[in-house]
């Protein structure tokens, strides 16, 4: 008997109901090519905590053939340690991808929209999708900014990264508990994947507001993100019921590794202020250069700057940049699709970026 093979192309008699209409995010390239400069996935340019590494290196050997804590209690507790509050108050997951997607699956069901800005992280929408929850765009000002006062529609829970991305472009606490106090009977979610390069995190609203949800992860500050840690802080209702979707999905997201890694990271406080404030330094150096060489740069709180230049396209520049081995981000959307996002490099990178423009925009 013949049996034919389904086509791997195209839709496939196999996919259940749905699969084909679903449009899945598309990461930053991470190229196999050597002696690139990779600016494209707001990776952090120096290396993890050595507290970290060492704490991984510990963990590998025989325990490896044990299965990790499906709790993660000593990350739990590390976490709640440095913001001061309960374990029973966080939640872990791999990576905040993975903890956005029990957020919307846990949290923001409620068969009403999720308002959410119109330009903000592209896996909304993918996650909203795929959990069949209907999405409302809040267009951002006109300086790119959010306005707590377009929030005022009737939802099924705010979904708001700060700083926002790709902007970059960050709110201050008291708008954040504006929304709070206006939607009393909505999650209110904060992404604050890039928070700690000098925007102001909501952590601290958290014991004031039942309906406040923190997300946060390691791969930014802390230089993980080939562990992939994410966490969310919030009352701890809304963390059990993250805890269930989790439980009904993988009962150990966080390997023993990661988990031993993620630990060290967060008590080394020293390594991460040091590296930060280096980023930091140097996305001041870049935004200035940028604005030098005629750019438009917005305002920003994360590791990484969003800029437009009024003579050049934004695709042009990228393959230009690409031509000369440098990899930056531009999104192919209306209003932003002459911006480049540029993920902010060692001291050496955003120099070698800078004259790179400089000779591409005729300033060199």
């Given at each position: 008997?013949?049996?034919?093979?389904?086509?791997?192309?195209?839709?496939?008699?196999?996919?259940?109901?749905?699969?084909?209409?679903?449009?899945?995010?598309?990461?930053?390239?991470?190229?196999?090519?050597?002696?690139?400069?990779?600016?494209?996935?707001?990776?952090?340019?120096?290396?993890?905590?050595?507290?970290?590494?060492?704490?991984?290196?510990?963990?590998?050997?025989?325990?490896?053939?044990?299965?990790?804590?499906?709790?993660?209690?000593?990350?739990?507790?590390?976490?709640?340690?440095?913001?001061?509050?309960?374990?029973?108050?966080?939640?872990?997951?791999?990576?905040?991808?993975?903890?956005?997607?029990?957020?919307?699956?846990?949290?923001?069901?409620?068969?009403?929209?999720?308002?959410?800005?119109?330009?903000?992280y592209s896996?909304?929408?993918?996650?909203?999708?795929?959990?069949?929850?209907?999405?409302?765009?809040?267009?951002?000002?006109?300086?790119?900014?959010?306005?707590?006062?377009?929030?005022?529609?009737?939802?099924?829970?705010?979904?708001?990264?700060?700083?926002?991305?790709?902007?970059?472009?960050?709110?201050?606490?008291?708008?954040?508990?504006?929304?709070?106090?206006?939607?009393?009977?909505?999650?209110?979610?904060?992404?604050?994947?890039?928070?700690?390069?000098?925007?102001?995190?909501?952590?601290?609203?958290?014991?004031?507001?039942?309906?406040?949800?923190?997300?946060?992860?390691?791969?930014?500050?802390?230089?993980?993100?080939?562990?992939?840690?994410?966490?969310a802080i919030?009352?701890?209702?809304?963390?059990?019921?993250?805890?269930?979707?989790k439980g009904?999905?993988?009962?150990?997201?966080?390997?023993?590794?990661?988990?031993?890694?993620?630990?060290?990271?967060?008590?080394?406080?020293?390594?991460?202020?040091?590296?930060?404030?280096?980023?930091?330094?140097?996305?001041?150096?870049?935004?200035?250069?940028?604005?030098?060489?005629?750019?438009?740069?917005?305002?920003?709180?994360?590791?990484?700057?969003?800029?437009?230049?009024?003579?050049?396209?934004?695709?042009?520049?990228?393959?230009?940049?690409?031509?000369?081995?440098?990899?930056?981000?531009?999104?192919?959307?209306?209003?932003?699709?002459?911006?480049?996002?540029?993920?902010?490099?060692?001291?050496?990178?955003?120099?070698?970026?800078?004259?790179?423009?400089?000779?591409?925009?005729?300033?060199?």
């Amino acid at each position: 008997m013949t049996v034919a093979i389904p086509s791997l192309s195209g839709v496939s008699p196999f996919w259940s109901a749905g699969v084909a209409d679903l449009s899945p995010y598309t990461p930053g390239e991470q190229p196999q090519i050597a002696g690139l400069i990779k600016l494209n996935t707001n990776e952090h340019p120096y290396g993890p905590s050595p507290a970290a590494l060492e704490a991984i290196r510990h963990a590998t050997g025989d325990a490896l053939r044990l299965y990790p804590d499906p709790d993660a209690t000593a990350l739990k507790q590390a976490v709640a340690r440095r913001h001061g509050l309960d374990a029973s108050q966080v939640f872990v997951g791999n990576g905040s991808d993975e903890v956005l997607a029990h957020v919307f699956r846990a949290l923001l069901r409620h068969g009403r929209p999720v308002l959410t800005p119109d330009i903000g992280y592209s896996f909304y929408p993918v996650y909203a999708r795929l959990f069949d929850i209907a999405l409302q765009p809040v267009p951002l000002r006109a300086d790119f900014s959010v306005d707590p006062a377009d929030y005022v529609e009737p939802n099924g829970g705010i979904v708001i990264a700060n700083p926002n991305a790709p902007t970059g472009c960050a709110l201050e606490l008291s708008a954040i508990r504006a929304l709070l106090e206006a939607h009393p009977k909505s999650v209110v979610v904060v992404d604050e994947a890039y928070v700690d390069f000098g925007a102001e995190s909501a952590v601290s609203l958290v014991p004031a507001y039942p309906n406040l949800l923190v997300v946060q992860t390691l791969s930014k500050s802390r230089s993980l993100a080939g562990l992939r840690v994410g966490f969310a802080i919030g009352h701890p209702a809304l963390i059990e019921g993250l805890e269930r979707i989790k439980g009904c999905f993988n009962s150990y997201p966080l390997d023993r590794l990661a988990q031993a890694g993620a630990v060290a990271a967060l008590e080394d406080e020293a390594w991460f202020e040091q590296t930060r404030r280096q980023v930091m330094a140097a996305r001041s150096v870049l935004s200035q250069g940028l604005v030098d060489l005629g750019f438009e740069v917005l305002p920003s709180q994360a590791n990484f700057v969003f800029a437009r230049h009024p003579a050049h396209a934004g695709p042009a520049l990228l393959a230009a940049l690409r031509q000369r081995r440098i990899l930056v981000r531009q999104f192919d959307k209306p209003r932003i699709a002459d911006f480049l996002r540029i993920t902010v490099g060692t001291p050496e990178q955003v120099s070698t970026l800078l004259d790179a423009l400089a000779a591409i925009v005729g300033r060199g």
